[in-house]
């Protein structure tokens, strides 16, 4: 597609059980980036791809917490044993290339998690 | 580390009334500025950005210089509309080439 897709758009999930987050990025695109927007919060950074690998890692807020990249292009953000703290939309961007970032950024439309 | 600090909202207008968020940065040398913009239902979108100081970005009407002195990016309207209503984001690329994000505004215009 044109733009950065994501799925589910919404998900409503019981405490403890798994979800899996999906982004498809824009097609040529190299970098991608997860972060978490919390309601009324700012932007909280996650994880950073570069290809396949994983450079950053720093965002993430536990071990619950694991992304993978595949064939450089669709990623999946996995929250195990989820709790009501990871209530939050999680959103995902791509750019053509992080080493020559002129920091503008393409975001999907979000995908808004709710634990019970 | 880096970080930036905008005003907090919700900002509250009538149509055609000026409009000011203020942005301020804290960085180490002279960072690329940004302001991005997310419209109800949809995704977070550039709205303009200036990379040196005394740059000024503009884009549908908006404005921002980056003043390296007071080290802000203020962002400025002069006749807001109804469809203007949104959060905006100020942001910063930092030396790692991460941005670096505010809380977000929000900006909501009363016809």
């Known amino acids: 597609g044109a733009g950065v897709s994501q799925s589910p758009s919404n998900k409503v999930t019981e405490k403890g059980k798994d979800v899996e987050l999906r982004c498809d990025p824009i097609?040529?695109?190299?970098?991608l980036y997860w972060y978490r927007q919390s309601l009324g919060q700012g932007l909280e950074f996650l994880i950073y791809?570069?290809?396949?690998?994983?450079?950053?890692k720093s965002g993430l807020p536990s071990d619950r917490f694991s992304a993978e990249r595949t064939g450089g292009s669709v990623s999946t953000l996995t929250i195990q044993r989820t709790q009501q703290e990871d209530s939050a939309v999680y959103l995902c961007?791509?750019?053509?290339?992080?080493?020559?970032?002129?920091?503008?950024?393409?975001f999907g439309e979000g995908s808004r998690l709710t634990v019970l | 580390g880096d970080s930036v600090t905008q005003m907090e909202g919700p900002v509250t207008l009538s149509e055609e009334a000026f409009l000011t968020i203020n942005c301020t940065y804290t960085?180490?040398?002279?960072?690329?500025l940004f302001w991005y913009v997310q419209y109800p239902g949809e995704g977070l979108q550039l709205l303009l950005k200036?990379?040196?100081a005394d740059d000024k970005g503009s884009n549908k009407g908006f404005e921002a210089t980056y003043r390296k002195e007071t080290t802000s990016f203020h962002l400025e309207k002069g006749s807001v509309q109804v469809s203007d209503s949104a959060v905006y984001f100020c942001?910063?690329?930092?030396?790692?080439?991460?941005?670096?994000w505010g809380a977000g505004t929000k900006l909501i215009i009363k016809p």
């Open positions: 200036a990379t040196k």
């Open positions: 961007a791509s750019s053509l290339t992080p080493a020559a970032n002129t920091g503008e950024l393409f």
């Open positions: 791809f570069q290809g396949n690998s994983a450079p950053d």
């Open positions: 942001a910063l690329l930092d030396s790692n080439y991460q941005l670096i």
């Open positions: 097609s040529g695109h190299t970098a």
């Open positions: 960085a180490t040398g002279y960072p690329s």
